[in-house]
């Protein structure tokens, strides 16, 4: 039992009670991070002497009485995409090894707002660009359940540290599964919400028309409550969206009576034997709790991951050209003229996948080939969104497996850019339709977490934290920790 | 259609990128493995169906052009690799 284990709501009442300080929680969040980071490798930047003494203040604000915010006290680790005015962001990439952004992100203001206490910067694929973490050009993230496999990503360390404790909450941002599949590998609770929800103010662009933020924590209410305090309209986001927020902490009322299910088939074709398993269990858990599944068809599932590598890549290699080496980033001048210190500042920056991917969406969208490959993809897109309005007219949710199989070790598909793709499969769909989707632990196969993902119409993240609340109540994978 | 070592040359240009001859020679091979996969797009009839550029369906956000504070100087060079009198330097644009 640690800190970390107490709910919100107890630490809040501990708190008030002075029972605890929120030095202590911080304290405890360092000593962790002290004991574990060197063999998990979640961070690249702590921000330790700042979390100290704004645990402090939060603890002289308790003296006085004071209503407390949202999210008072929590000990947060935030992906390093989004910055943090004054604290290194480097997505971790060489080019912004030198980083120190000159603003907040609008979700950083937000849980300084809530009061959350920032513990540092979070390992990621480099520019968020793949699922297995060890794309970062710092080093690799290991997963606590077995350390000679991946988190998975592009939020890796997002997951890893919740899972490891490292941190009470974690922010990721989510394009083709970036939050969810780590946090099935992890066995942590990730959330990717609705398109436009949650301002993407300060979040270093990858694929605009698909990036999005969301929590990764270590249940559903934590959930909840983390997404009440970042979602809402931002002007300074043109894609936020302008729609009412509800109470998502008063949705988790535990009752799912009558409430229907979608099962795609593709969903569970072709998927390890012990994930399908799990998830089928899991069905019944929520057949139990009074709800009703069938089975049925998102036909156009198996053209996702075609669709989306061009329109992401495409995304991409537009706004990664921002980093030319002349306003901020590693500039490496060799002497030539303003082109070669592009070319050279850029070559010597970015490593593999992103020069890959930035290689990929160039050719897609360089003449002659638009048509044929960005159009056509954005085509698909529309055919994939259709799959699931109409799914939507008849459902609730739609429910599966969030990635084909369990975190998978370390180097064995590095050199496979295509194999390290697929395990999106299942991700990938949810987000050209935009909708939300919530990965919740569900059970293990030779002790690694699987997770179940539960998928739901657009703004309605009410529902799909209702469903994973009410599956968390009837089970305890969520309570399983990693003996490190 | 399958992509040769020239056009990848090309697109590094076109991107701003210098490729080693071994970056090069993989990037030949992945990329046709990619756009190989991507081909089974082709599979399917789009004729007729509106692209999808943005699951929102916004369209040209407007506001208010209210004056507002800006970036301090300070703040604005604070990043920068090399300045010089209140102005991002580099190196000749023409030879």
């Known amino acids: ?484 | 259609m399958s992509i040769q070592s020239k056009d990848v040359e090309y697109v590094a240009k076109l991107a701003r990128l210098n490729l080693t001859d071994q970056e090069r020679e993989k990037f030949t091979e992945q990329l046709n493995a990619i756009l190989q996969y991507a081909e089974k797009l082709n599979e399917l009839d789009t004729d007729g169906v509106e692209p999808t550029t943005h699951v929102l369906r916004l369209s040209n956000v407007m506001r208010e052009d209210v004056v507002q504070e800006s970036l301090s100087k300070e703040k604005v060079f604070r990043n920068a690799p090399e300045e010089e009198d209140g102005q991002f330097k580099v190196p000749a644009v023409l030879e």
């Open chain 1, 1 to 484: 039992m640690t800190l970390f284990d107490l709910s919100l709501q107890e630490l809040h009442s501990q708190f008030r009670s002075k029972e605890l300080s929120v030095t202590d929680v911080v304290g405890e969040a360092f000593t962790k991070i002290q004991e574990r980071d060197e063999r998990v490798g979640a961070y690249l930047t702590l921000n330790e002497e700042e979390a100290r003494a704004h645990a402090a203040r939060l603890d002289d604000k308790l003296v006085t009485g004071e209503s407390l915010g949202l999210l008072f006290g929590l000990p947060v680790g935030i992906k390093d995409n989004m910055v943090t005015e004054g604290l290194l962001t480097t997505c971790a990439s060489q080019f912004l090894s030198n980083y120190n952004p000159i603003y907040d992100a609008t979700v950083v203001s937000k849980l300084k707002l809530a009061e959350a206490v920032t513990l540092g910067k979070l390992n990621m694929d480099e520019f968020a660009m793949g699922g297995s973490n060890e794309n970062s050009s710092f080093h690799p993230v290991r997963n606590p359940w077995d350390l000679s496999r991946v988190p998975g990503g592009s939020s890796g360390g997002s997951a890893a540290a919740v899972a490891a404790g490292e941190a009470y909450f974690t922010l990721g941002s989510d394009t083709g599964g970036s939050i969810r599949q780590p946090a099935s590998y992890c066995g942590v609770v990730g959330l990717k919400p609705t398109y436009g929800l949650v301002s993407r103010y300060g979040l270093v662009a990858f694929a605009s028309s698909l990036d999005q933020i969301g929590p990764i924590t270590k249940n559903v209410e934590d959930s909840a409550y983390v997404l009440q305090a970042i979602a809402g309209f931002d002007p300074k986001d043109s894609t936020s969206a302008n729609v009412e927020i509800p109470n998502y902490v008063s949705a988790l009322t535990g009752d799912i009576k009558g409430l229907r299910i979608a099962v795609p088939k593709e969903y569970l074709n072709g998927i390890d034997p012990q994930v399908k398993a799990a998830v089928l269990e899991s069905l019944r858990v929520l057949e139990s709790l009074g709800a009703v599944w069938e089975e049925v068809s998102l036909p156009h599932t198996e053209y996702a991951v075609a669709a989306y590598y061009l329109l992401a890549s495409s995304e991409a290699s537009s706004n990664l050209s921002r980093f030319d080496g002349v306003r901020y980033g590693v500039r490496v001048d060799n002497g030539g003229n303003l082109l070669d210190l592009y070319h050279e500042s850029r070559s010597q920056g970015f490593g593999p996948e992103v020069k890959r991917r930035i290689m990929l969406g160039t050719y897609a969208l360089s003449s002659g080939y638009y048509d044929a490959y960005y159009l056509k993809a954005q085509k698909v897109r529309t055919l994939i969104k259709q799959d699931f309005d109409q799914t939507f007219q008849k459902y609730d949710v739609i429910i599966g497996p969030t990635a084909p199989t369990t975190a998978f070790p370390l180097g064995s598909q590095v050199d496979d850019p295509l194999t390290m793709y697929l395990n999106d499969i299942l991700t990938i769909p949810v987000s050209l339709a935009g909708v939300p989707a919530l990965s919740v632990p569900c059970g293990f196969a030779d002790g690694l977490p699987v997770g179940l993902q539960i998928i739901g119409k657009a703004f309605d993240e009410s529902t799909v934290l209702r469903v994973a609340h009410a599956f968390e109540a009837h089970t305890d994978h969520h309570k399983q920790r990693p003996s490190l």
